[in-house]
């Protein structure tokens, strides 16, 4: 059973960098052509993409955050992993990550609240 | 402001059926690229209840079912639960913003 955990600080300053990772179990995170995503979910809103990667490492990211985010995948640890730079309040945001499965939002994490402030 | 239009609430009865609609262009769901659909219980993460348009994951009811045509996707609820009640957000692709995943603003459902 694919399970997902994020990890990560739960306060961040502004101007900082917000630093996730998203732990995978029950599935290796290089099998097949599977991608792996970030979404936030700002208080008491709808879903955000925020971005996700393949196991190839190939990125595709939503335009509005393009260039403060950067997502990785770490194969030898199974796991990937989300920076956000340049953190301001709006950035404050359950944060999950998911793994695709038949191109939609299969497997999800729990979700993590990140806060900014300082 | 979403990429993807759906009504922000809906309701109905135990019992009762109900649509939520969700309205996409050409560059998403006109463009060919699947509808999903997901169900978010409150103070959990999302669910996946309709991949594919119409297909259901293992352990949805049938009572789940999705539609697309053109550009626009359905979501329909028969027989309602009590345990229905959620936000429920389709979700999709788009070629205008760099392939990336598009969302629906969510549906409130309020089982009366």
């Known amino acids: 059973q694919v399970q997902l955990q994020e990890s990560g600080p739960r306060l961040v300053k502004p101007s900082q960098t917000l630093s996730l990772t998203c732990n995978v179990s029950?599935?290796?995170?290089?099998?097949?052509?599977?991608?792996w995503s970030w979404i936030r979910q700002h208080p008491g809103k709808g879903l955000e993409w925020v971005g996700y990667?393949?196991?190839?490492?190939?990125?595709y990211y939503n335009p509005s955050l393009k260039s403060r985010v950067d997502i990785s995948i770490d194969t030898s640890k199974n796991q990937f992993s989300l920076r956000l730079t340049s953190v301001t309040a709006a950035d404050t945001a359950v944060y999950y990550c998911?793994?695709?499965?038949?191109?939609?939002?299969?497997?999800w994490g729990q979700g993590i609240l990140v806060t900014v402030s300082s | 402001q979403s990429v993807l239009t759906q009504p922000p609430s809906v309701s109905g009865a135990p019992g009762q059926r109900v649509t939520i609609s969700c309205t996409g262009s050409s560059s998403n769901i006109g463009a060919g690229y699947d509808v999903h659909w997901y169900q978010q219980l409150p103070g959990t993460a999302p669910k996946l209840l309709i991949y594919g348009d119409s297909n259901r994951p293992s352990g949805v009811p049938d009572r789940f079912s999705g539609s697309k045509s053109g550009t626009s996707a359905s979501l329909v609820i028969s027989g309602l639960h009590v345990d229905d009640e959620a936000d429920y957000y389709c979700?999709?692709?788009?070629?205008?913003?760099?392939?990336?995943?598009?969302f629906g603003g969510g549906t409130k459902l309020t089982v009366l």
């Open positions: 990667v393949y196991n190839s490492g190939h990125t």
């Open positions: 979700q999709s692709f788009d070629s205008s913003l760099d392939n990336s995943g598009v």
């Open positions: 029950g599935d290796s995170i290089s099998s097949g052509d599977s991608y």
């Open positions: 998911a793994r695709e499965l038949d191109y939609a939002l299969g497997y």
